[in-house]
């Protein structure tokens, strides 16, 4: 489960690398973001009204009302934000978004925690000619609808979808890493259907590393 990443990629670059429009950039004045956690806003690249693609900023995780199981009082919602993709076209809470809203979240490194009281944290990032060159996650979007304290509540977010191990990764984190995208399969990922985009999901063959270990590094440090 990943439940921390990065994503330092100057907004002109998010741009260039998925193809966006200069005027279907929503982001405004986007800011480097070194720790992104659930319920933090950060950009993502999805499929506007029109079909072109567009850079907005959501929320990280898909929410669902959340009850107290001694006494039914309502809570802060649930934040679902890591999918499994065994479970993609299976559960109600991904299918319809798999099949219809998929979006590309834009990332320079993720992070995965080792151990308790302290965690180690490690952060994985590609190789290449320059630091953390930028990539992105298979992820996808809905507007939750929920249960809050106050009455009906809604928000738009965004999920990314995780698949088994690599060999970097599971010295770290023995089962899962999120999937990362090869940029010549955003196009499929985006506009294919839900069989072509589902055989994307698998662990990534490209070079990896590990940027940053620490004890309480809960920030890339990227800059």
Not at 143 to 151: E, T
Request: with cysteine.
């Amino acid at each position: 489960m990943c439940n921390l990443y990065s994503n330092t990629i100057p907004a002109d670059a998010m741009r260039q690398l998925f193809d966006v429009a200069a005027e279907r950039d929503r982001l405004g004045n986007a800011e480097p973001l070194p720790a992104i956690y659930p319920k933090h806003m950060a950009p993502i690249v999805r499929k506007d009204e029109d079909g072109a693609r567009e850079l907005v900023s959501l929320s990280w995780g898909f929410r669902t009302t959340k009850k107290s199981k001694k006494t039914g009082a309502i809570l802060q919602p649930s934040a679902w934000n890591n999918a499994r993709d065994d479970k993609v076209l299976k559960s109600g809470l991904w299918k319809y978004s798999f099949e219809e809203r998929r979006c590309l979240v834009p990332a320079s490194s993720f992070c995965e925690a080792q151990g308790r009281n302290p965690a180690t944290y490690h952060w994985f990032a590609l190789k290449g000619a320059e630091a953390r060159p930028p990539f992105a996650l298979a992820g996808m979007w809905q507007v939750s609808r929920y249960k809050g304290k106050d009455g009906p509540e809604e928000v738009a977010a965004y999920t990314m979808i995780t698949t088994s191990a690599n060999d970097v990764v599971r010295p770290i984190h023995p089962q899962r890493m999120p999937v990362i995208l090869h940029p010549k399969d955003y196009e499929q990922w985006l506009d294919g259907d839900a069989e072509d985009a589902f055989a994307l999901l698998k662990p990534y063959e490209g070079d990896m590393e590990i940027v940053r270990t620490g004890v309480g590094e809960q920030s890339d440090g990227a800059g």
